[in-house]
């Protein structure tokens, strides 16, 4: 079995496993509305004179806090979840190579967080195109924060996935694992936020290095990750 036909096993078949679990689904489901319903609320009732406020601001970069969240939840059953159902044993035991192994498990999570995240984007774009004052949506809904969306989110998903993996490696309890996962996830949120807010001023400068950031990170975390995954001790169950 070549290379690509292992890792697209070890990725259908995390999919099938997220199906089945009702956490994970759980988590998909409704950590995105924690990003969505306030906000939007407040967006709706904001009246036209509000416009020009907003022009100076990036609001809907916040939404970048589902690809950074969602993923870190999800990870967390990527080895420690498998640990505790018993079924993670069996496939260390098999040919497949480490890297196939995580690699499988990253790209089943990569695809639907990164889904998700394009999809609540595209709702909320279209709920504001809707709903909202003509000229609230005309300041909030640009060209330049659209862009951002779309290629930052892959980014911080494969950054929160790399993390959540790292450390549902090293734990034996999925509960911990997503809480250590949550805690790492919260300065990629902080950044997103104050970014949206123009706590942090937004420019060209600096999405370039941010994603230039994001990109070693997720190198630096797929060699981390890989170190850190020793079949010996997860077949035995050694500390």
Do not use: C
Not at 189 to 206: C, E
């Amino acid at each position: 079995m070549s290379v690509r036909r292992r890792v697209r096993a070890i990725y259908r078949k995390e999919l099938r496993e997220y199906r089945r679990n009702r956490s994970v689904v759980a988590g998909m489901a409704v950590l995105p509305l924690i990003f969505v319903i306030n906000p939007l609320v407040t967006i709706f009732a904001l009246p036209a004179s509000s416009a020009g406020g907003l022009r100076h601001l990036h609001v809907l970069l916040y939404l970048l806090g589902i690809p950074a969240i969602v993923p870190a939840v999800i990870a967390a059953y990527g080895v420690a979840g498998e640990r505790q159902q018993g079924t993670l044993e069996p496939m260390l035991t098999t040919p497949i190579r480490r890297r196939e192994f995580l690699l499988g498990k990253a790209l089943a999570i990569l695809v639907p967080s990164v889904a998700i995240s394009y999809a609540v984007y595209a709702l909320v774009l279209a709920a504001i195109a809707l709903f909202a004052d003509p000229a609230v949506a005309s300041a909030l809904v640009r060209g330049p924060d659209v862009l951002a969306q779309l290629l930052f989110a892959p980014l911080l998903a494969g950054w929160s996935i790399w993390v959540g993996l790292a450390i549902s490696t090293r734990s034996g309890d999925v509960r911990v694992a997503q809480q250590l996962g949550l805690l790492v996830s919260l300065p990629s949120i902080a950044v997103t936020t104050l970014l949206a807010y123009d706590v942090i001023h937004a420019t060209r400068g600096l999405a370039l290095g941010l994603a230039a950031a994001l990109l070693l990170g997720n190198r630096i975390g797929w060699r981390l990750t890989s170190a850190l995954f020793d079949r010996e001790r997860l077949i035995t169950g050694a500390r």
